[in-house]
C-alpha cells in the first residue's frame, strides 16, 4: 500500500511547493483589480474536494459563466491546511478558500467588521475518523505524552476543532487543549503513509476520505478511536468553501457561476458515484483502489450537497471557549446570505 511515493505523487508535491512559492513570492497583488471573470481557487487533499475536482473536469464554473455571459477563467492552486489557505485569502491570493468549518470560524471571527469573510457553500457531509495504529489507544483518554496526532493544522484545522470539543466532553471545557501537545502538522498524504507502515512517531491521524479508509485497509493495528459524527451529534458538513465580502460584492456573475457549478456538480456526483470516482483519479492523479474509491463515494454517511448542515456545534464551542470573539446567532452569520444557505445550520 505504499501508493503515496509514486512518480505522479512526487509531481503532485511539486505543483503544491509551486503554488506555495507563488504564494510566497507575491506572483499576484492583493491590491490589483480583479476583473469579473477571474477566478483562484484553493483546494487542499481528499475526496471531501471532489466536487471541485469535477466542477473542474467538467469545466462548470466555465459553464454556467457563459450562461450569465461571462468567461471564467479558472486557476487551481492545492494547499495543505488551514492557516495556509485562510493566509492566501488574506493576502488576496485566491478568492476562494477551501478548509474546515474550524478554520473558516476563526478567519471569520478575525475579519468580522473587516473584510467580512464568510462561506459560499458547503462540499458535503464525510464522517471524519481519528485512527490510531497504537493498539493500546481505544480512546481519546488512552493517548500518552508518547502518542503523536497528525492534523493539518494544530489548532486551527476542523480535524483538531474537533478533537478539543470531544477532550472539553471529556475532561471539561478548562482542558479542551490537553490534547494539542501531542498532535503535530502533517498533511493527510504523509499521515496516513505513517498509519500504514507503522515505526515512525505518528501513531494517530485525524483524517478525511480518502487517507482514513485506506489507513484501516492497509494496517491491521489501525482502528477507528473516533468519529466526528459521533462528537457533533449527526452528520456534519465538515469541509466548505468561503470568500471575502469584496469579492462576492464586485464578482457577482463569477460568484453565481461558481454556486451554480457546485451545486452541479454534486447532483452529477450523487447520481453517477462510479463515474465521479473516475474523475477524481484522472483530476488528482490519486493512487487508490477505485473499488474502494467508489465504496466511499457510495457510503450512505456521505452526502454530497452544497448546504451546510450541524455547523453550528463547533461555532458555539469555539465561542464559549474563547477561541473565537465573535458569537454567530446561527450558521447564517458566517455564511453569506444565499439560496442554498437558507436552510443551512
Known amino acids: 500500500?505504499?501508493?503515496?511515493?509514486?512518480?505522479?505523487?512526487?509531481?503532485?508535491?511539486?505543483?503544491?511547493?509551486?503554488?506555495l512559492a507563488l504564494l510566497a513570492?507575491?506572483?499576484?497583488?492583493?491590491?490589483?483589480?480583479?476583473?469579473?471573470?477571474?477566478?483562484?481557487?484553493?483546494?487542499?487533499?481528499?475526496?471531501?474536494?471532489?466536487l471541485l475536482?469535477?466542477?473542474?473536469?467538467?469545466?462548470?464554473?466555465?459553464?454556467?459563466?457563459?450562461?450569465?455571459?461571462?468567461?471564467?477563467?479558472?486557476?487551481w492552486l492545492k494547499l495543505s491546511g488551514g492557516s495556509a489557505v485562510n493566509d492566501a485569502l488574506l493576502s488576496g491570493n485566491i478568492d476562494i478558500a477551501g478548509a474546515g468549518v474550524?478554520?473558516?470560524?476563526?478567519?471569520?471571527?478575525?475579519?468580522?467588521?473587516k473584510q467580512n469573510v464568510r462561506g459560499v457553500a458547503s462540499l458535503g457531509n464525510f464522517p471524519y475518523y481519528l485512527v490510531s495504529n497504537n493498539p493500546a489507544v481505544k480512546t481519546i483518554a488512552d493517548f500518552t505524552d508518547k502518542d503523536r496526532i497528525a492534523v493539518p493544522a494544530v489548532g486551527v484545522s476542523v480535524q483538531s476543532r474537533v478533537l478539543q470539543l470531544a477532550t472539553?466532553?471529556?475532561?471539561?471545557?478548562?482542558?479542551?487543549?490537553?490534547?494539542?501537545?501531542v498532535q503535530v502538522p502533517l498533511p493527510h498524504?504523509?499521515?496516513a503513509a505513517a498509519i500504514i507502515s507503522g515505526g515512525t512517531e505518528i501513531t494517530a491521524h485525524f483524517g478525511n476520505?480518502?487517507?482514513?479508509?485506506?489507513e484501516l485497509a492497509g494496517n491491521p493495528k489501525a482502528h477507528i478511536v473516533l468519529s466526528s459524527y459521533d462528537v457533533l451529534g449527526g452528520p456534519s458538513s465538515a469541509t466548505?468553501?468561503?470568500?471575502?465580502?469584496?469579492?462576492?460584492?464586485?464578482?457577482?456573475?463569477?460568484?453565481k457561476a461558481f454556486v451554480g457549478a457546485l451545486d452541479e456538480a454534486a447532483q452529477f456526483v450523487t447520481a453517477n458515484p462510479e463515474k465521479a470516482a473516475d474523475i477524481y483519479l484522472k483530476v488528482g492523479q490519486a493512487k487508490i483502489d477505485r473499488d474502494l474509491l467508489v465504496k466511499i463515494i457510495k457510503n450512505p454517511e456521505v452526502q454530497f450537497k452544497i448546504a451546510p448542515q450541524n455547523t453550528y456545534p463547533l461555532a458555539e464551542f469555539m465561542h464559549r471557549v474563547g477561541a473565537i470573539k465573535n458569537k454567530p446567532a446561527s450558521a447564517r452569520d458566517y455564511f453569506f446570505d444565499d439560496a442554498h444557505v437558507a436552510a443551512g445550520n
Open 25 to 50: 513570492g507575491g506572483t499576484f497583488s492583493a491590491t490589483a483589480a480583479r476583473a469579473e471573470g477571474q477566478l483562484r481557487i484553493a483546494e487542499q487533499f481528499g475526496i471531501v474536494y471532489l
Open 53 to 75: 475536482n469535477v466542477a473542474q473536469e467538467q469545466k462548470l464554473i466555465e459553464k454556467h459563466g457563459k450562461a450569465a455571459g461571462v468567461d471564467v477563467k479558472v486557476e
Open 1 to 19: 500500500m505504499n501508493f503515496f511515493f509514486t512518480p505522479s505523487n512526487r509531481r503532485r508535491f511539486g505543483a503544491v511547493a509551486t503554488s
Open 189 to 191: 498524504p504523509d499521515a
Open 102 to 113: 474550524g478554520p473558516l470560524l476563526t478567519i471569520w471571527d478575525r475579519t468580522h467588521g
Open 209 to 214: 476520505p480518502p487517507f482514513q479508509d485506506q
Open 168 to 181: 472539553a466532553k471529556l475532561w471539561g471545557d478548562a482542558q479542551y487543549k490537553k490534547l494539542d501537545a
Open 240 to 255: 466548505v468553501l468561503y470568500a471575502t465580502e469584496k469579492f462576492r460584492k464586485d464578482n457577482p456573475k463569477t460568484y
